[in-house]
C-alpha cells in the first residue's frame, strides 16, 4: 500500500480513565502486523504540560524514553512492545506542544494578524500531525485520544478527529471506542447505560464509534450485544468483548484475535490482507502459563507502590522469563525499609535489580542492596541509578573511600565518584540538563555484556543528569571494578560490572526501553539466566 493511502484508526475512551485504551491500541497493531500491514500508533495527550518528563511518577507513571530522546507517555512503551514501528517525539502529542506552537507562529506573525482560535488553528495543528509522515510511513496509523469523554480538555483533540474523518473517504478512517460494562454484584448483571450514555456524548461532538470494545469482568452475553448494538448504533459483529486476561497483558492480541477484530478493520477499510499465523503470540502465551523453572527477583525503588512507576522495568523482566521459560516472581522492595529494619528480606532473594530514579529518598537503603548482592554474590542488575549506587557502594566498602557518594546527595562530598560534567550544569531548564535518548557504548569482550550481547557496538537508550566521574576510574579499576561498556564519543562509563562475582551488571542507560515479549533485553535475558543458576 503507497503511504497515500494511508487509513486511521482513532481509539478513544469512556465511563472512566485506565481502561486499556493504550493496550488495546498495542493489540491491535500486532494483530494489523501479523496481516502484512506497516502500523504506526501516535498518543494524543490532553494534558496541558509539554511532555512529562516533568511529572511526578504518582500522577503519570514512568517516563518513557525514544531514541531520539524524546520524553514520552508509557503508552508509547505498550506501542514498541506489541509491533515493530520505530517511534520517535512526533508520536506522542499534549495539548502544550499544540498551544506552544500555535502561539510561537502567532509570534512570528505566521498567521498575518488573524485572530487566533481553537478551531481552526489548534484543530489545523493536530490534524497535520495527525497525518504527519515524519515519523515512520504506515499503512495504518493508529492514534489514541488518553483521558476519557466528557472531558473539557479533550474537545479540540475530538474535533480535530471528527474534521479530520469528514476530509477522507468514508473507508480510510475508522473510529473505535473503548467503554466499560460494570458488574453491579447485588443485581447480578452487567450494566450497559454507562456505554450507552459514553457513545451518546461521543455522537453530540459529530463522531459514530465504529466498533466498540467493551471491557469487562464477565462474558458479554449476546443478548447484551444486541442492546449495545442498538442503542450506540454499532453493528452486532462491531460489540467487541473484551474481558480481563487471566495470565498477562500478552493475552490480548490472541483475545482480540478471538473476536474477530482484524477481520472487522479489514473489511470496513476496504483491505484485502490475508489472515497469518499468530504463532508468535501463542509461543510468548504458552511459556507464560505454563513454564519449566521459577525464580524471585527483588527490585528495591522509592516508588514500589505504584506499579506503572516502573512499567517497562517490570514487562522486561516478564520478557526475560518467557525468554528463560521460568516464571518471575517480583517482590517490590521499598529501599527505606531497608535503612529501618536491615537486609534480612533479601535472603530468600535469586536476584536483586535496582532500578533508574532521582532525588535522595532511600538511597541509604538501595546501596545496602548492593552490598549485599555483591557480598553475597546474588545477580545484580542496576539501571540508570541503580549503576550509581554499586559505584558508590563499591568504592565505599572495598576501594575503602569512606564517604563516596553522587554529588546528586551530597554536593560536599570528598569523593563524588559520580558527578555532574560541566557541560550538562551550563544546561539551566529544568530537565534540559539531562543526558537524553540513543548513544553508543563499546563493549568489552571479556564481559558479561558483551556475552549477552554478542556485539562489540551497541546503542542504547539514557534519561539521566549525573555520570561515573573518570577521575576516580584508575583507583576503582586497581580494586577489581571492571569498566565493561564506555560511550566512545565522550569516554563515558557506561557499564561497570565485578568481574569475581558469577553476574554483577550495572548500566548507564535504561535497557528496559528495547525489550519485547518475544525478543528479550539480553542483559535481561541474561540476568534471568544467572538467577536460574544461582539457584541451583
Known amino acids: 500500500m503507497s503511504k497515500n493511502n494511508t487509513k486511521y484508526i482513532f481509539v478513544t475512551g469512556g465511563v472512566v480513565s485506565s481502561l486499556g ?37 504518582f500522577q503519570h507513571g514512568e517516563v518513557y524514553v525514544l531514541d531520539d530522546g524524546a520524553e514520552t507517555d508509557l503508552d508509547l512503551g505498550h506501542y514498541e512492545r506489541f509491533t515493530s514501528g520505530k517511534l520517535s517525539r512526533l508520536n506522542n502529542l499534549t495539548s502544550g506542544q499544540v498551544y506552544e506552537k500555535v502561539l510561537q507562529k502567532e509570534r512570528r506573525g505566521d498567521y498575518l494578524g488573524a485572530t487566533i482560535q481553537v478551531i481552526p488553528h489548534i484543530t489545523n495543528e493536530i ?33 480535530a478527529m471528527r474534521q479530520f474523518a469528514l476530509e477522507k473517504d468514508p473507508d480510510d478512517v475508522i473510529f473505535l471506542h473503548c467503554t466499560l460494562l460494570p458488574y453491579l454484584k447485588a443485581a447480578g448483571e452487567l450494566k450497559t447505560k454507562p456505554s450507552q450514555q459514553s457513545v451518546a456524548k461521543l455522537r453530540e461532538i459529530g463522531i459514530q464509534p465504529d466498533i466498540l470494545v467493551c471491557r469487562s469482568e464477565q462474558p458479554i452475553s449476546n443478548d447484551l450485544r444486541k442492546k449495545l448494538s442498538l442503542f450506540c448504533n454499532v453493528p452486532i459483529k462491531a460489540v467487541i468483548e473484551e474481558c480481563d486476561v487471566e495470565t498477562s497483558i500478552y493475552e490480548l492480541p490472541l483475545a482480540l484475535k478471538s473476536e474477530k477484530v482484524d477481520d472487522l478493520v479489514i473489511e470496513m477499510l476496504n483491505l484485502d490482507n490475508p489472515d497469518n499465523s499468530m504463532q508468535i503470540w501463542v509461543d510468548v502465551v504458552r511459556r507464560l502459563k505454563a513454564p519449566s523453572h521459577k525464580v524471585e527477583i527483588g527490585v528495591v525503588g522509592k516508588y514500589i ?24 516472581r517480583v517482590q517490590r ?32 537503603g538501595k546501596i545496602l542492596a548492593a ?35 553522587s554529588a546528586e546527595f551530597n554536593a560536599d562530598t570528598p569523593h563524588p565518584v559520580i558527578h555532574i560534567m560541566e557541560e550538562q550544569k551550563a544546561l539551566k531548564t529544568k530537565g534540559g540538563n539531562m543526558r537524553l535518548g540513543a548513544y553508543d557504548c563499546t563493549l568489552a569482550k571479556d ?9 562489540e557496538t551497541i546503542s542504547e537508550r539514557h534519561r539521566h543528569r549525573y555520570e561515573f566521574n573518570n577521575d576516580y576510574r584508575e583507583a576503582l579499576s586497581e580494586k577489581g571494578l571492571r569498566f565493561a561498556g564506555i560511550n566512545p564519543e565522550k569516554d ?42 544461582y539457584k541451583q
Open 21 to 57: 485504551k493504550g493496550l488495546t491500541s498495542a493489540a491491535l497493531g500486532a494483530l494489523l502486523e501479523q496481516r502484512g500491514l506497516t502500523v504506526r500508533i501516535q498518543k494524543f495527550d490532553p494534558y496541558l504540560n509539554v511532555d512529562p518528563g516533568t511529572m511526578s511518577p
Open 127 to 159: 490534524k497535520d500531525r495527525i497525518a504527519s509522515d515524519a515519523c515512520e510511513p504506515a499503512d495504518i496509523v493508529i492514534t489514541e485520544l488518553g483521558g476519557t469523554i466528557g472531558d473539557i480538555e479533550g474537545l479540540p483533540f475530538l474535533e
Open 305 to 328: 507502590e505504584l506499579q506503572d512507576a516502573y512499567k517497562s522495568v517490570y514487562e522486561s523482566i516478564t520478557h526475560a522469563g518467557i525468554a528463560n521459560d521460568c516464571s518471575v
Open 333 to 364: 522492595i521499598d529501599a527505606e525499609d531497608l535503612e529501618t529494619e536491615g537486609t534480612e528480606i533479601l535472603k530468600s532473594l535469586d536476584g536483586i535489580l535496582i532500578p533508574g530514579g532521582f532525588g535522595d529518598r532511600g538511597i541509604e
Open 371 to 405: 552490598q549485599y548482592a555483591r557480598e553475597n554474590h546474588i545477580p545484580y542488575l542496576g539501571l540508570c541509578l541503580g549503576m550509581q549506587i554499586a559505584v558508590i557502594e563499591f568504592a565505599r566498602n572495598v576501594a575503602g573511600l569512606k564517604e563516596a557518594n
Open 447 to 455: 564481559s558479561f555484556s558483551y556475552h549477552a550481547y554478542e556485539s
Open 492 to 533: 563515558l562509563i557506561e557499564i561497570i560490572e565485578m568481574p569475581e562475582h558469577p553476574w554483577f551488571v550495572a548500566v548507564q542507560f535504561h535497557p528496559e526501553f528495547k525489550s519485547k515479549p518475544h525478543s528479550a533485553h539480553p542483559l535481561f535475558a541474561n540476568f534471568i539466566a544467572s538467577t536460574l543458576k
